[in-house]
C-alpha cells in the first residue's frame, strides 16, 4: 500500500506535464478551434533553450549562437526560456495558424503537424539528436507522512502546474478578453460585436498556452531530461486527457492529466511484478491513453462538442484516374529505364521512392477519396513488416504469397483503427489515430518479446529461382529488387484505378462530401470506412512489406510515428487527391530520389525534415491541391492556350502522365475496361 | 388482405427531443401511385417526420413498407429497399457530377462492389440510369455539370432524381419546390404526378399551398407535432381548425 501512494506521488511528475500540455491545447482550442498538434513541440523549444542555458551557458537560437560567459541562474535561464516560448507563440499564430484559421480541419491538422516535424527537425539541428540531461533546480528530499515518503520533486512540480492551470481557468472566467474567448468559441461573430477581434483573442491563448506548456516541460526535463523525439509525441496523451476534458474544462484537463500520470506511474510498478506477462512490459505508458481515448469515445463518442469538426473536410476535387494505356507504358519504361541506368546509389533512391509513393497512395485513398484522417498509415506499413519477418523466416511463406497475408494483415488492423470513426470524424479521428499509431509502436515494434533487439531478418524473396532480394555479395542495390517494386507498383496502381473510378471510389467521394446524404442515397457509411481502411491499410501493407525486403531485416525506426507523419507531410505536399501527387510524394520522400540527390550534392543533414516540414506549412496555407494539381492547372492553362492558337500539344507533365486531367464531362465514360 | 398493404405506413410515430415532443403518434398511410401532401405552419414537425420515417433521428412507434416493418432498420437500409427521400436543403454531392450523384443511389458501393470493382468486367449502362432518372425531373442532359454548380432549384430536381434511381418504392420529398419560381413550380407538380402514375407512393411536403393542394390525393395537416386533419385537398380548404391552426387566415387569400 505504501509503495501504491509513492507510486502515485511520482507518477504526479509526469501528471503535471500533461497538465502543462492539456492546457495549453485547451486554451488553444478555445481560443480558435485548432487542435495544435505541434504543443508539445512548441513548449520543447523553450524548454531545450533553458536547459541549454543551464547546462553550458549557450544560447541557441533557431540560427547562431550567443554565448554567456557563465551559465546563468535558474530565474535568468528561465525567463530566456520564456521569452523564446512567447516569441515562438507570436511567431506560430501570424506565420502557421492564423492563416488556416477558417480553413478546413484537415488543413488545420496538417498545419499544425508541419509545424510540429518543423520544430522537432529543428531542435535536433540545433540541440542534437540525444537526450540534454537537465539538473534539477526543484527541491529533492521527501516529505514523510505517517509511514508513507513522499517526493518533493513531483509534488512541487503538480502544484505549479495546477496554479497555472488556475490562472488559464481564471483568465477565460473572470477577464474581458477571456470571456470573449469563450464566447468566440460558440459563436465567433457574437465575440467580434462584443468589440473584440477573434484574432488578438487567438493570439493571447497561443502565446498563454505556449508560456504554461514550456514551464511543464522545463519542469518534466528534470525528471527525464529533454529529447526531441520524446516530447513531441508527449502530446499525444495530452490529446487523449483534452477530449476526456471534452475540448472544454481545464479543470477536467487538469483531473485527467494527473489520474493519467498516476495511473501511468502505477503500471509501471505493476509490470514490474512477477506475474505480470513479460510480454505486456513494453509501452504500455503509451496504450493506457489509446484505451482511454476509445473508452471516452465509445461512451461520449456524440456528445463531444462539435466546433471545427462539423464541418466537412473541405478537399480539392478529385479528378478521377483515367488508365491510358499509352502513357502508362511510358511512365513505366522511363521508370524502368532509369533503374538500369542509374548508379546504385540512385537506384535505390529511386527504389525508395516508388515504395514510398504507395505509402503516399493509402493516404490519397484514405484521405484524398473518403475524407477521413489517418496518422496511423506507418503502423499499417509496420505491421505488414514485422509480420512478413515471422512469416518468411519461422513459417517460409513463399514470396509473392507472403506479401499478400502479411498486407491483409495490415488491412485488418486498418479496420479496426477505422472503428472510432464510426462516431468521430475530422480532428477527433486524428487524434486517435495518432494515439493508435504511437501505442503499436511502443507496444508492438519497440517490444523485445515479440520483436526481438537482435533484429528481424526477412527471407530472400524469391520466384521461379529468380531472386528478387535487394542485395547479393558486394551489390547493395540489386536490378531484380528494383524491377520486382516497379511491378508490385504498377499492381497496386491498377488496383486504385480500378477502385476509384468504380462504385467504391464514387462511393467514398460521397461519404467524403456528405454523410448524411451518402446514407439517404442507400450508402453504409460504416462499411465504406471500414472498407477505405482496410483497402489504405492493405496499400501501406504492401508498401510496408517492401521495405522490409529493401532492408533484408526491420526496424522499428522504419515505422515510426514520425516517419508516418513525415510521409503524410510529403503525401500533402505532392498532392493528396491524386496518383500523381503521390507520384511526386514519392519523389520527394525519405530516403527517396530527390533525397538522395540533395544528400550526394550537398550535406543536408537533419534539415531534409525541417524543409519536409517547411513545405508542409507553407502548402497547407497556400496551394492545398499539391504540387501535382497545381502542375495540372498549370498544365490545363497551357493546354487552353496552346488549342487556342491551334499550336502543338503542350507537353506531357511526367507526373501525372498516366493520370491524364479530365474534364468532369469526360468522367463517367468509361474509355477503357483496365 | 394484409393488415399492412403496400405502401408506407407509419402507426403513432412519436419522436422526443430532449422534453420536447416534435411528433406525437402521428399516424398516416400513403399507397402505391398516390400522392400523399403533409402541411402544417413552420416548425409543426414536417421534417422531424420524414427524418423519423427514413431513420434520421430516432422515434417510437412504428413504420412499414410495402407490408415490411422497417422502424428499426438503419437509413441506408431503408434507402436500399426502396424509401427514399430529398432534402430540403439539398445534400447533393457538391463535388461530384450530377451523373455520378445519380449513380451513387443507384449503385451504393459496399463489399460485393469492391470485388466487381476489382476483378470484374466494366459496365456500361451507367447512361441510362441517368438519363432516365434526370428525364424524370425535366433535367436532361446536366450529367456531365458539378452539382454544386447548379442552381438550387435545380439541386433539388437533382435531389429528387437521385431519389429515384435504384429502386423506389416510395418518394419523401421534403419541400422540393422551394427555390422554383411559380411556372416551374407549375411544370414540377405535373412531374409528380407523372412519376406517381410509374408506381412510387409520394408524400410531398411543402410551403407552396398551390402546389400541394393542386396535385395532392390526400392531404394532412400537421400542427405541434400532432395531425389536426386528414382528408381530401377541398376539405382541408375549409376546414376551420386548419385555417385556424395553418395560418391565422382564411386559405382563400393564401391561394389568390
Given amino acids: 500500500m505504501t509503495t501504491l501512494i509513492e507510486f502515485a506521488a511520482l507518477g504526479l511528475g509526469l501528471g503535471a506535464v500533461y497538465v502543462g500540455l492539456s492546457t495549453g491545447l485547451l486554451l488553444v482550442y478555445r481560443a480558435t478551434g485548432i487542435i495544435n498538434f505541434a504543443q508539445g513541440a512548441m513548449a520543447m523549444w523553450g524548454a531545450y533553450v533553458f536547459a541549454q542555458l543551464q547546462k553550458d551557458g549557450s544560447l541557441v537560437l533557431p540560427v547562431g549562437t550567443l554565448y554567456f560567459p557563465e551559465p546563468p541562474g535558474v530565474a535568468v535561464s528561465l525567463l530566456i526560456g520564456l521569452v523564446n516560448a512567447f516569441l515562438l507563440g507570436v511567431l506560430a499564430h501570424y506565420l502557421v495558424f492564423r492563416p488556416v484559421r477558417r480553413a478546413p480541419a484537415l488543413a488545420q491538422v496538417v498545419v499544425s503537424i508541419g509545424l510540429m516535424v518543423s520544430l522537432q527537425a529543428l531542435a535536433v539541428i540545433r540541440f542534437g539528436p540525444n537526450s540534454v540531461k537537465v539538473d534539477s533546480f526543484l527541491p529533492d528530499g521527501t516529505i514523510t507522512v505517517g509511514s508513507v515518503e513522499l517526493p518533493q520533486r513531483e509534488l512541487t512540480m503538480a502544484a505549479i502546474m495546477v496554479v497555472l492551470a488556475a490562472i488559464a481557468w481564471a483568465y477565460l472566467r473572470f477577464t474581458h478578453s477571456g470571456r470573449a ?14 468589440g473584440f477581434s477573434a484574432d488578438r483573442l487567438a493570439l493571447i491563448a497561443l502565446v498563454m498556452g505556449t508560456l504554461i506548456s514550456t514551464v511543464s516541460v ?43 500520470g498516476i495511473f501511468q506511474s502505477e503500471l509501471s510498478l505493476l509490470s514490474t511484478r512477477s506475474w505480470w506477462p513479460t510480454w505486456a512490459q513494453s509501452g504500455l505508458d503509451q496504450v493506457l491513453p489509446f484505451l482511454v481515448v476509445m473508452v471516452i469515445l465509445f461512451a461520449f463518442g456524440k456528445r463531444l462538442p462539435a ?118 470524424r475530422g480532428v477527433q479521428l486524428a487524434i486517435v489515430t495518432i494515439a493508435a499509431a504511437l501505442a503499436i509502436e511502443r507496444f508492438v515494434f519497440d517490444n523485445y518479446s515479440l520483436t526481438p533487439a537482435t533484429g528481424n531478418p526477412i527471407g530472400r524473396p524469391t520466384l521461379f529461382g529468380i531472386d528478387f532480394a535487394v542485395r547479393s ?23 486504385f484505378v480500378r477502385v476509384a473510378r468504380g462504385d467504391t471510389g464514387r462511393a467514398f467521394l460521397a461519404v467524403r ?52 507523419l513525415t510521409i503524410l507531410a510529403v503525401a500533402y505536399l505532392g498532392g493528396i487527391t491524386s496518383f500523381g501527387g503521390a507520384l511526386v510524394a514519392g519523389l520527394l520522400g525519405p530516403l527517396g530520389l530527390v533525397y538522395t540527390a540533395l544528400h550526394q550534392w550537398f550535406d543536408l543533414g537533419d534539415a531534409y525534415a525541417l524543409i519536409t516540414g517547411l513545405g508542409l506549412i507553407l502548402t497547407a496555407i497556400l496551394n492545398p491541391s499539391g504540387i501535382a494539381g497545381e502542375t495540372r492547372h498549370q498544365v490545363e492553362w497551357l493546354t487552353g492556350k496552346l488549342r487556342r492558337t491551334r499550336s502543338l500539344p503542350a507537353p506531357r507533365e511526367p507526373a501525372d502522365a498516366a493520370v491524364a486531367p479530365s474534364a468532369p464531362a469526360e468522367t463517367r465514360r468509361m474509355t477503357t475496361g483496365v | 388482405m394484409s393488415e399492412h398493404p403496400a405502401g408506407l405506413r407509419t402507426e403513432q410515430l412519436t419522436v422526443r427531443y430532449g422534453g420536447v415532443v416534435a411528433n406525437s ?24 417526420f420524414v427524418d423519423a420515417v427514413t431513420g434520421f433521428t430516432g422515434s417510437e412507434g412504428h413504420v412499414w413498407l410495402n407490408g415490411r416493418r422497417i422502424d428499426g432498420l438503419a437509413p441506408h437500409r431503408r434507402r436500399q429497399i426502396g424509401l427514399t427521400r430529398t432534402w430540403q436543403s439539398g445534400e447533393l454531392f457538391g463535388n461530384l457530377t450530377v451523373a455520378e450523384n445519380i449513380l451513387v443511389a443507384a449503385r451504393p458501393g459496399g463489399v460485393a462492389a469492391l470485388g466487381r470493382d476489382v476483378f470484374g468486367r466494366r459496365r456500361s449502362r451507367n447512361d441510362q440510369v ?29 435531389g429528387v432524381a437521385r431519389a429515384l434511381a435504384g429502386t423506389c418504392e416510395l418518394l419523401l420529398l421534403d419541400e422540393p419546390a422551394a427555390g422554383l419560381d411559380s411556372h416551374e413550380s407549375l411544370e414540377f407538380a405535373g412531374r409528380v404526378r407523372a412519376i406517381a402514375e410509374q408506381g412510387p407512393g409520394i408524400l410531398l411536403i411543402d410551403h407552396d399551398m398551390s402546389l400541394v393542394l393542386g396535385v395532392c390525393d390526400v392531404v394532412y395537416v400537421l400542427e405541434f407535432g400532432k395531425l389536426i386533419f386528414t382528408g381530401p385537398p377541398d376539405a382541408a380548404r375549409t376546414d376551420p381548425a386548419v385555417v385556424a391552426a395553418y395560418l391565422g387566415v382564411p386559405m382563400e387569400s393564401v391561394d389568390a
Fill in chain 1, 181 to 194: 474567448t469563450r464566447a468566440a468559441a460558440e459563436n465567433e461573430r457574437g465575440a467580434v460585436l462584443m
Fill in chain 1, 218 to 260: 522545463v519542469l518534466g526535463g528534470v525528471l527525464t531530461g529533454l529529447s526531441p523525439t520524446n516530447y513531441t509525441l508527449l502530446v499525444v496523451p495530452a490529446l487523449a486527457v483534452v477530449l476526456v476534458a471534452r475540448l472544454e474544462s481545464i479543470w477536467l484537463g487538469v483531473a485527467g492529466s494527473l489520474v493519467l
Fill in chain 1, 307 to 424: 466546433r471545427g469538426t462539423l464541418q466537412a473536410v473541405r478537399l480539392p476535387d478529385v479528378v478521377l484516374p483515367r488508365f491510358v494505356p499509352w502513357k502508362a507504358l511510358a511512365l513505366v519504361l522511363v521508370a524502368g529505364v532509369a533503374l538500369v541506368v542509374l548508379s546504385p546509389t540512385y537506384r535505390f533512391g529511386l527504389t525508395t521512392s516508388l515504395i514510398v509513393a504507395m505509402l503516399a497512395l493509402s493516404y490519397v485513398v484514405i484521405t484524398g477519396y473518403l475524407g477521413q484522417i489517418s496518422l496511423a498509415q506507418s503502423a499499417f506499413a509496420g505491421a505488414a513488416g514485422f509480420t512478413l519477418s515471422k512469416l518468411t523466416t519461422a513459417w517460409n511463406v513463399p514470396f509473392p504469397l507472403a506479401i499478400l497475408v502479411c498486407s491483409l494483415v495490415a488491412a485488418a488492423l486498418g479496420m479496426l483503427v477505422a472503428l472510432p470513426a464510426f462516431r468521430i
Fill in chain 1, 473 to 495: 555479395g558486394r551489390d547493395l542495390s540489386r536490378l531484380g529488387f528494383s524491377f520486382m517494386v516497379l511491378a508490385v507498383l504498377v499492381l497496386v496502381v491498377l488496383l
Fill in chain 1, 513 to 564: 462530401a456528405n454523410e448524411r446524404a451518402a446514407a439517404s442515397a442507400g450508402i453504409d457509411v460504416r462499411r465504406t470506412k471500414l472498407i477505405g481502411f482496410g483497402l489504405s491499410a492493405f496499400i501501406a501493407g504492401i508498401a510496408g512489406c517492401l521495405i522490409g525486403y529493401s532492408q533484408g531485416q526491420l526496424s522499428a525506426e522504419s515505422f515510426s510515428v514520425v516517419v508516418g
Fill in chain 2, 25 to 48: 403518434d402521428v399516424s398516416l398511410t400513403v399507397e402505391p401511385g398516390q400522392v400523399v401532401g403533409l402541411i402544417g405552419p413552420n416548425g409543426a414537425g414536417k421534417t422531424t
Fill in chain 2, 130 to 158: 441517368v438519363e432516365r432518372a434526370l428525364t424524370a425531373v425535366g433535367l436532361e442532359g446536366v450529367g456531365r455539370a458539378l452539382a454544386r454548380d447548379l442552381t438550387l432549384g435545380q439541386q433539388k430536381l437533382v
